[in-house]
Structures are given as structure tokens and as C-alpha cells.
């Protein structure tokens, strides 16, 4: 199991397993020790990519507007301009640029909805990449599957809370769907990037929507009040940010890492658990709170909307940078 962000007596981690994964908050006893991604000297996302997603079960329109702004957000510098003294979400993603030779621009691509869930309740990680194959994806693009409250996928809450891998619509597995293979070494021609993320609202919200609802584990400080009132929707919004930095910055396992590749820590899994300035376990960190919602956000994109997305380590400085 892999550590992210240390801290002097007890971490506040989220572990990686298989492919780049967002991981439940779990507590352990550890030593310091520094964060240092290296580079392996393999292929990263660069240039324009559009991110497809693939809804599989039951949103409203104002959930799939939550994660459609967020994207929307990522590359605008209408969403830069506007956002004021505030740190914009451009901002942010601004800062993935920096692994050389990086600097992927994404926008928003395609949606698809699958409210009968096509493929049962119940998914695998073959079934992922199968529903990401469904986007029609290829090399300038990237695949996102996000699954509602009520799917079952394999490991969710239990040890990830979403996972970002690679495959390839064009070598399906022997009698199956197409094969998800977590870090082949290169990119090699006709495969992809994809990502899945599940809203936790039901099934484990302490786990993987902190810190906007009571952890599941440690210490126990009030939860934030989540910036679109939907505490599963911002708890994706959140893991979707993590997995994105981590699919541009070391989509096919020879990128930017520190540890083991079946286990890496990446741009922003690296610094699990912080948010803001001052951050420690169980404290995301000082954060602006809006005024008449009582909301905790950092960043804000397109049409004011507000964000509260994860500190990323830095490779210029060599920090877990936050945006206040």
C-alpha cells in the first residue's frame, strides 16, 4: 500500500492500487518522508484532448452540470478572467503544465447517458473499460465513466474511490470486452486514456466524499458544506481533478510518480488530504467559505461556479501547492 502526503506522527493517506487510484482516507502510523515525483521518461498527455463522459445510471441535469462546468473550467480563460480575486479552476490545472514536456489542454467532448444500466449493477474493472471503449475514444481524447450512487463497482469504498488507466478499443480482450491494462510502457497506437469515478453519496460519503461529510475514520471534525449542495457530486468533482492530473501527467505508467509504478503516487495523490494553507489530518486546510451559503470552496470556473479542488505537488518547487 502506498503512502501519499506525510506528516510528522500520523498520515492522512490514500493508497493505489493497480491502476492510478483514488483511494478511501485511511489513518496510519508512519515516519516523514519526502514527496518527490520522478520523472520515468514516458509518454504524457500534451496538446488538446477532449474529455467524453459516460453517465452510467441515473443523474439529474444539475448533477451532470456540477462536472460539465468543472471541465468546462479547466481551460477557459473567460473562467480565469472572471473568477477575480479568487484563484480560478484554470488556475489550478495550470500547474500540470509544469511537468515537462506536459501542458494538456482538455474540454469538454462528448456525453452519453446510460440510465438503464446497460451492463448491470454490479461492474468490473473489464466493465469500466468496456463502457469507456463506448466513447469512441482515441489518442486525443479521454474517456471518463461516472457511476451514480446505487452501482456497485469492484473495490469502490473498500480500497478506491476511482481509478485512471489505459486501453485500447481496438484489442478487446478474448471473449469479452475491451482489456484494461493499467500501465502498458508506452502509449503505443490505438490505445487511451480513461477514468472512472463513483458518487459516494450512499455507499461510502466518509470515505470518498470527505471533507464534505463526517470521516468514516480519524478524527472527527464537522464536514465542510459542499460549494453545489450536493455532497456526492462535489466528492466527484474532487476525485475526478485527482485522476486527470494523474491520466495527463502519467497516463500509461512511464510518467511523472514516486514509488512503485502498481502503486504510484502522482500529481495530486501525492498530496492527499490537503486543500488549503495550514492543512493537517482531518483539516483540510484555510479555506474561503461563501457568505450567505456557508460553503467551503478554493477555486471557481465558469460562471462563477465554485469548486473545491485538491492541492497538486508542484515541480518547481517541489511542494504540494495549494490554491489559497
Known sequence: MAHHFVLPIILLAVSLAGAGAVTPRQLFLVSPAPVTLTNHHGQLL???????????????????????????????????????????????????????????RLALGRQVLDPSLSLGRCLTESSLAALAARLAPHRGSVAVVI???????????????????????????????????????????????????????????????????????????PPLVAPNADVGMDGVVINLATLLAGAVTNPYGGGFFQGLAEA???????CTGVFGAGAYPGYPGQL????????????????GRRFLLPAMWDPKTSQCSTLV
Not at 480560478?88 to 506536459?102: I, L
Not at 480500497?159 to 485512471?164: A, D, E, M, V, Y
Open 46 to 104: 500534451t496538446g488538446n484532448h477532449s474529455v467524453n463522459l459516460l453517465w452510467y445510471g441515473r443523474f439529474t441535469p444539475a448533477q451532470r452540470a456540477v462536472v460539465a462546468d468543472f471541465l468546462l473550467s479547466l481551460s477557459s480563460p473567460a473562467a480565469a478572467a472572471a473568477s477575480g480575486p479568487a484563484p480560478s479552476v484554470a488556475q489550478w490545472w495550470a500547474t500540470t503544465a509544469r511537468y515537462h514536456p506536459g501542458a494538456a
Open 147 to 221: 457511476t451514480a450512487p446505487d452501482v456497485l463497482v469492484d473495490g469502490f469504498c473498500l480500497s478506491r474511490c476511482g481509478l485512471h488507466a489505459s486501453s485500447s478499443a481496438q484489442q478487446p480482450a478474448r471473449g469479452g470486452p475491451a482489456q484494461a491494462q493499467s500501465h502498458p510502457p508506452t502509449g503505443g497506437r490505438g490505445r487511451f486514456a480513461y477514468a472512472w469515478v463513483g458518487n459516494a453519496a450512499e455507499q461510502c460519503p466518509g470515505e470518498c466524499a470527505w471533507p464534505f461529510h463526517q470521516p468514516a475514520y480519524g478524527p472527527q471534525a
Open 264 to 270: 504510484p503516487l502522482e500529481a495530486v495523490t501525492a
Open 288 to 303: 474561503p467559505v461563501d457568505a450567505a451559503t456557508g460553503a467551503s470552496y478554493n477555486a471557481v470556473g465558469v460562471a
